[in-house]
């Protein structure tokens, strides 16, 4: 049978030059960076090394990256720190942040509320995204941090970040960026944007899972989440992971390698597959993901289909796509099998039997027209099976 992988929001495959980059730092270079003996230096200069690598990718210096196990910690660690930090002086410092972000952030800010700390969370536009003027009138003496994402990781919107971070400057507040499904598809250089925390996770643009990181621009005073060591500058204690360090390093390298040609071609599979959807679909559908309306990531298209006599059963769709041969998912790969419809959906008005029929298509480097035109395909044919 035919597979067609359509989840790289969810995660993309190893790629070989990666894995081979990494194999020295898993087999005959074994030593721990924290050692001073020499098989502990060379590791120090390999992870310094790696981390000079994806400080210049982002625009960043080396000391201004922090090593995390992927975006869902580096997220908690953006939020818990600095508001940990922020709050020093014996007062609640606060957050604004967006009911479309990511579990990663919400549920940290659901936590920094129940701890005393004054939480906004703002309702998304008709498209999804936050604008500027929302974020200046949620902003109070008591906010320390803004946190919203680079682009929506179910329904792929952007957010007008640089035009948030001048709010941010202008209100002397700190601006976290969850960046991790942009990094290696759109330009990310931190000093264009204006942030001055940004989450990444290697997983996401052909590296290893289980590594990310998040740049701390220096000025900012950020508290550790996880204690027990110094590494990471007293930022984020643990044993550094080098081979995960150098994964990271060399896939961010490739991704941005040729970023803006690749982003061009899957931006054109993303158009193909929204053109098809129309012929595809034998029953009404909407369409999440607002292209040529708002700016969106080049990789998501997000459909959800409304109930007519009975609603979809949105996992049983996703399970038959499965069964002949396409993979795709129902949104964020970390939430799957709750029993809840897409928060992101939800927030954006959807009715909970909409959103809880919804389908995310993320394509990536190895997606091809043909794969396009198979997963249309199929997916007609499931939909007129189960609606018919």
Same mark, same amino acid.
Request: hydrophobic share 40%; charged share 20%.
């Given at each position: $049978? ?24 898993? *087999? ?25 690598? %994806?400080?210049?990718?982002?625009? @960043? ?8 196990? /992927? ?25 604004? *942040? ?12 659901? &936590? ?36 919203? $994402? ?65 740049? %701390?621009?220096? &000025? ?14 007293? &930022? ?5 992971? %080098? ?5 990271? @390093? ?25 053109? /098809?959807? #129309? ?35 949105? +996992? ?29 959906? *939800? ?9 809880? #029929?919804?389908?995310?298509?993320? $394509?990536?480097?190895?997606?091809? +027209? ?15 099976? $189960?609606?018919?």
């Amino acid at each position: $049978m035919e597979r067609v992988y359509l989840d790289h929001a969810a995660t993309t495959p190893l790629a070989p030059a990666v894995l081979e980059a990494m194999k020295p730092h898993l *087999t005959e270079h074994y030593g721990n960076a924290s050692s001073v003996h020499q098989y502990g230096r060379q590791a120090r200069v390999t992870l310094e090394d790696a981390r000079e690598r %994806v400080a210049d990718c982002l625009g @960043a210096e080396s000391s201004e990256i922090v090593f995390t196990s /992927g975006g869902t910690e580096a997220d908690n660690l953006a939020l818990k720190g600095v508001i940990a930090a922020a709050s020093d002086d014996g007062a609640p410092a606060g957050l604004v *942040t967006s009911a479309a972000e990511h579990e990663a952030v919400l549920r940290p800010a659901e &936590r920094l509320r129940e701890q005393g700390h004054p939480v906004s969370i703002l309702s998304p536009g008709a498209h999804g995204a936050i604008s500027p003027q929302q974020v200046d009138a949620a902003i109070d003496e008591h906010t320390a941090l803004v946190s919203l $994402m680079h682009a929506n990781n179910e329904i792929g919107v952007c957010t007008d970040i640089p035009a948030i971070a001048e709010v941010c400057r202008a209100n002397d507040v700190l601006l976290h960026c969850d960046a991790v499904q942009t990094v290696g598809l759109l330009p990310v250089d931190v000093d264009d944007l204006g942030v001055d925390l940004l989450s990444l996770s290697a997983h996401k643009f052909y590296g290893p899972k289980g590594i990310g990181a998040l740049f %701390v621009r220096g &000025r900012v005073d950020l508290g550790p989440l996880v204690e027990g060591g110094s590494q990471e500058r007293e &930022r984020r204690g643990g044993t550094e992971n %080098v081979p995960g360090v150098v994964g990271l @390093a060399a896939a961010l390298e490739r991704a941005m390698d040729g970023a803006e040609e690749r982003a061009e071609r899957l931006s054109q599979l993303q158009r193909h597959l929204v053109d /098809g959807l #129309a012929d595809a679909v034998p029953c009404d559908y909407v369409l999440n993901t607002p292209i040529g309306e708002a700016p969106v990531a080049p990789h998501v298209v997000n459909v959800a289909f409304p109930p007519t006599e009975e609603p979809l059963d949105g +996992e049983m769709l996703i399970l038959n796509l499965d069964m002949e041969g396409v993979l795709v998912s129902a949104g964020s790969a970390c939430t799957s099998g709750a029993l809840e419809p897409s928060h992101v959906l *939800t927030a954006l008005g959807l009715e909970r039997e909409t959103a809880s #029929a919804a389908v995310r298509f993320s $394509m990536g480097a190895d997606t091809t +027209e043909d794969d396009v035109e198979y997963a249309l395909d199929v997916l007609h044919t499931t939909l007129d099976r $189960m609606t018919g």
